[in-house]
C-alpha cells in the first residue's frame, strides 16, 4: 500500500487567486496523478506527473491553468492558477504501484472559490 | 473516446438486501478494477479482475469480470449500512497500462 497526505485539506479562496496543493508520498513512486471530483461525479485526470520532465495533460486541461511540478519520486505540488468559481471541487492525488496499477489516493483538497 | 458506462447511478436498498452495479466498456479492457468511496472520503481500491470470465469474492462482495472484457459487475449480498458510499469501476485499455477509465460511479443507501 501507498500512504499519501495532502495539503490544504480545505481552503476558501479569492477570485483570481492561485493555490497550491502538495501530495507527498510514504516511498519512491514511478506513477502520480492529479485528479478532479466535483461533489457526486466521477474522477476526472488532470494530468500524469513526471519526474524529471513536464507534466503531460489530458484533454480540456492545460500547463498554464494547473502547472506541476514533481522534483522528485515522493512528492509533486499542482497549482491552480487564476481561480474562478467554477475551479471549485476537490482535487486528489493518487499513485500506481507496478502491477497491478492498483491506485492509492490521498485524502483530498477541498477547494472553494468565492 | 473509450467510455465505461455504470448503472445504476443511485441505488436505495433496505438493509438485508441484495445490490448490484454494472460496468460496461466500449472497447476491451486489460484489467477491471472496483473502488469504494465513502461520502467525504476519498477512493479506495476494492479489488482488480484480469481474466476473461474472472469471479472473486470478498465477503459479502462479488466481483464477475465478463467473457469479452467489456464489462463488470459488483454484487453485495445482505447490505449493511457499512456498505453505503459510491462504488467506482475504473479499467485500463488494452494495451494501455497507464490511464485508468473511470466509470461515473454508483452510489448506494442502506436505510437500516
Known amino acids: 500500500s501507498a500512504v499519501i497526505s495532502q495539503k490544504p485539506s480545505r481552503d476558501i479562496c479569492q477570485r483570481g487567486t492561485s493555490l497550491t496543493i502538495q501530495c507527498q508520498v510514504d516511498?519512491?513512486?514511478?506513477?502520480m496523478f492529479w485528479y478532479r471530483q466535483q461533489p457526486g461525479q466521477s474522477l476526472t485526470l488532470i494530468a500524469t506527473?513526471?519526474?524529471?520532465?513536464?507534466?503531460?495533460?489530458e484533454s480540456g486541461f492545460v500547463i498554464d491553468k494547473f502547472p506541476i511540478s514533481r522534483p522528485n519520486l515522493t512528492f509533486s505540488t499542482l497549482t491552480v492558477s487564476n481561480m474562478s468559481p467554477e475551479d471549485s471541487s476537490i482535487y486528489l492525488c493518487?499513485?500506481?504501484?507496478?502491477?497491478?496499477?492498483?491506485?492509492?489516493f490521498g485524502p483530498g483538497t477541498r477547494l472553494t472559490v468565492t | 473516446g473509450q467510455q465505461v458506462m455504470q448503472i445504476p447511478q443511485y441505488q436505495h436498498v433496505q438493509e438485508g438486501e441484495d445490490f448490484t452495479t454494472y460496468c460496461n466498456s466500449s472497447t476491451t479492457l486489460s484489467n477491471i478494477q472496483w473502488y469504494k468511496q465513502r461520502p467525504g472520503g476519498h477512493p479506495v481500491f476494492l479489488i482488480q479482475l484480469v481474466k476473461s470470465g474472472e469471479v472473486k469474492k470478498q465477503k459479502r462482495l462479488t466481483f464477475q469480470f465478463g467473457e469479452a472484457k467489456k464489462n463488470s459487475s459488483l454484487h453485495i449480498t445482505a447490505t449493511q449500512t457499512t456498505d453505503v458510499g459510491t462504488y467506482f469501476c475504473a479499467g485500463y485499455n488494452a494495451g494501455n497500462n497507464r490511464k485508468l477509465i473511470w466509470g461515473l460511479g454508483t452510489s448506494l443507501a442502506v436505510n437500516p
Open positions: 493518487s499513485v500506481v504501484r507496478d502491477n497491478p496499477y492498483e491506485q492509492y
Open positions: 516511498s519512491q513512486v514511478t506513477m
Open positions: 506527473a513526471n519526474q524529471g520532465s513536464e507534466a503531460t495533460y
